[in-house]
């Protein structure tokens, strides 16, 4: 095979995977043409200079590892997210030669025996594999893909990168057993080849699990954010329809006195009776010692009034003494609570109570969160703070994660959680080391 030969070869294969892994990765409108010749010189060094002679399977594991680095800093990625584009590129480039091989097969009767060891025919398969590539690639460009829309979005989807991973570690298997079958490699090589394709199967496996976990904490927190901004919301139109419904009942008592009825006193008295106690029903203003979680049971309280719940809210001891950020004070109220109204709001029950206390116990504060609705089973008491459980029938990946959420936001400030439910209540009760910054007890 001619020297020039090969390095087109290499420079079409390159091609490819520049083009391939900038649409995966969103970063095709971000392209230049520098980068694209940065990419192409160390593409053309590693696989000339530094791989020639290494087995395929050993070429393919440097050259993805090496390509994600190099990717990952010339794009501005995490490494981590540069895994998903590598590897389909990969997978591209073998799925090019499987076609070409094919093609040669039906056309010339060429088989992958001939392409080891005939270095024209190489050079052919290389050459048809490039085409094909750009054929591909050129495909996905111009047309409109609906499955598109799903790998790009491949950051957020478990079952894609894992799949994808597998793949790529079945292809690795393969590609060892064909040189070991086809060179008479001793059986040592295709062992150690096994261990590390099950090394970095694991590596990457791992490193996927662990990114996906930190996305869906930070779309919590997003989540959170926006559900702190529509209580300040809530709060802001409750208090434009108290502005306006008390603008109306001082229309209504005006109007009482200009009629000036001898039983006026009376039903000015008796409507100002009504209006007072409805008010002191509908919602109620708390200080719990944090703003944020003080909002949150605004709105609550708003919610259980409208739907007939008693919201009963007892602060002994102000939020200030546990130890933890306000938006994880948020997390853990706004999903024990938001259980508690969806299990409530089902529940047929005339007496309908969802109870939030804060007290002593020793040297601990405890927070407990309760409702009087059906009980949990012994069974589903550890369950239900596990990552991914749910007893909603929602959609999978949706639900599962505010229990368990919970449970390491209490964990992480040294504090614990457990369920007690019986016929009476279920209480989420929580305890926490008391912060020393305020040791002395505030009661309200």
Known sequence: MSYLGYIFIIILECINVINLYEIISNKDKESNNIKKIIILVYYCVIVIFLVPHVPLAYKAIIISITNMAVFSKLYKMKFVDSIFPVFCTFILIMVCESTSMIVLNITNKIY??????????????????????????????????????????????????????????????????????????????????????????????????????????????????????????????????????????????????LLNKPDAVEKIREYLENLSDGLRHSYHYYDSGNDYVDSLLLVKSSRAYERSINFDVEFESSLEHVNMEGQNLISIFSNILDNSFDVMEKYDNEHKVIGVYTYMEEDAYCVSISNNGPTISEGLKDKIFKKGYSTKDEEIGSRGYGLYIVKELVENSSGSIEVISNEHETQFKMKFPIHRKNKLQRAY
């Open 112 to 257: 992958y025996g001939d392409v080891i060891g005939l270095t024209n025919t190489k050079v052919l398969v290389g050459n048809l594999s490039g085409i094909i590539g750009f054929i591909y690639i050129y495909i996905l460009k111009k047309r409109d893909f609906k499955y598109m829309s799903i790998i790009k979005n491949y950051r957020e989807n478990f079952i894609l990168n894992y799949g994808v991973t597998s793949v790529v570690s079945l292809l690795l298997l393969g590609m060892t057993l064909k040189e070991f079958l086809y060179n008479d490699q001793q059986i040592y090589l295709f062992e150690i080849s096994i261990n590390i394709l099950f090394l970095v199967f694991v590596i990457t496996s791992i490193m996927i699990v662990k990114e996906r976990d930190n996305l869906i904490r930070i779309e919590h927190e997003y989540e959170l954010q926006n559900q702190h901004i529509e209580n300040i919301e809530n709060v802001v139109g409750i208090i434009r329809k108290e502005k306006h419904d008390f603008s109306n009942h001082i229309s209504t008592i005006h109007a009482l006195c």
